[in-house]
């Protein structure tokens, strides 16, 4: 904000700056904060005994291992392709690049459960792909491949719609800079192009790894329910809460809480990290 702009600010009246800060903090709460506190009590209603005994189960444990192993494949495979389209759509234009930005919106478009259905189609038993599948005994639907296909693609547009706009603003001026200079293609984009995206890589990664440890509706049809192999935390969740085990499912619930606030914290201290840099490189140069 430059100087102008915040004298400008500045000249609201004072309760107009107030009410627009209560107004903030009001919905934050009654749409952020009260809810998380909500899963945080029903966990905890009937003892930690019981909260205990809920995430320890081994169909708990399980869940929770499926779900980290998922956004650990699914996050990264993401970064490579947001990246690689960042570059392409941002830098060249060519035919079809208009069509190329709507595919990669269209997990946007599509419900979760239709995009389940597709892989059903295609690698369930009676699918496209299902005789080959099963005579050469490989599980794609009712097993860990299918829900990490369904997952990358619920999560497919994440990165590169964060990493697209930005490419695109920035030009091509530094890259060009740099081969002039007698960089590589790779080197240029190493340390030049990847270091300026850092930001939008990250916020990209955070929203690909909360929707890939969150997803239910794509999971739950390719997934069977199969206790212990198969569910992932959220579709735990509902099956505890359709037993009527409520605080175990709040508890279970809880852990995937526990694990979009280790991201977020995560974040924090990337961005911290790379703040406390700034300085001294602009010290240094």
Excluded at 5 to 20: E, I, K, N, P, T
Excluded at 78 to 89: P, R, T
Excluded at 246 to 274: C, N, P, Q, W, Y
Aim: charged fraction near 15%; proline fraction near 4%; aromatic fraction near 10%.
């Amino acid at each position: 904000m430059t100087g102008e702009a915040r004298s400008l600010a500045q000249r609201d009246a004072a309760w107009v700056r107030l009410g627009l800060i209560a107004l903030v903090v009001v919905l934050l709460g009654a749409v952020l904060l009260l809810p998380l506190g909500v899963i945080v009590a029903q966990a905890l209603s009937k003892g930690f005994g019981v909260f205990a005994r809920a995430v320890s189960d081994p169909n708990a444990l399980a869940a929770v291992r499926l779900t980290l192993f998922v956004a650990l494949v699914a996050v990264p495979l993401n970064v490579v392709f947001g990246l690689a389209a960042a570059w392409s759509i941002g830098k060249f234009r060519f035919r079809g690049r208009s069509l190329l930005i709507t595919l990669i919106d269209l997990p946007f478009a599509v419900s979760p459960v239709i995009a389940g259905m597709i892989f059903v189609l295609l690698f369930g038993a009676q699918g496209l792909f299902g005789p080959w599948l099963a005579a050469h005994d490989l599980h794609v639907i009712f097993a860990t491949p299918g829900i990490v296909l369904a997952t990358v693609f619920i999560t497919f547009p994440f990165v590169a719609r964060e990493l697209i706009p930005f490419v695109e603003s920035r030009g091509n001026d530094e890259e060009e800079a740099a081969l002039t200079l007698g960089a590589s293609g790779w080197q240029a984009f190493r340390r030049v192009t990847l270091p300026s995206l850092r930001w939008s890589l990250v916020y990209g990664v955070i929203l690909c790894n909360a929707r890939a440890m969150g997803e239910f509706g794509a999971v739950s049809v390719v997934s069977g329910h199969i206790r212990g192999r198969t569910n992932t935390i959220p579709l735990h969740v509902e099956i505890l809460y359709n037993e009527y085990e409520f605080a175990a499912a709040f508890a279970v619930a809880s852990l995937l809480l526990l694990l979009a606030v280790v991201t977020v914290l995560g974040k924090h201290a990337i961005e911290r990290r790379a703040l406390a840099r700034e300085p001294l490189r602009g010290g240094a140069s």
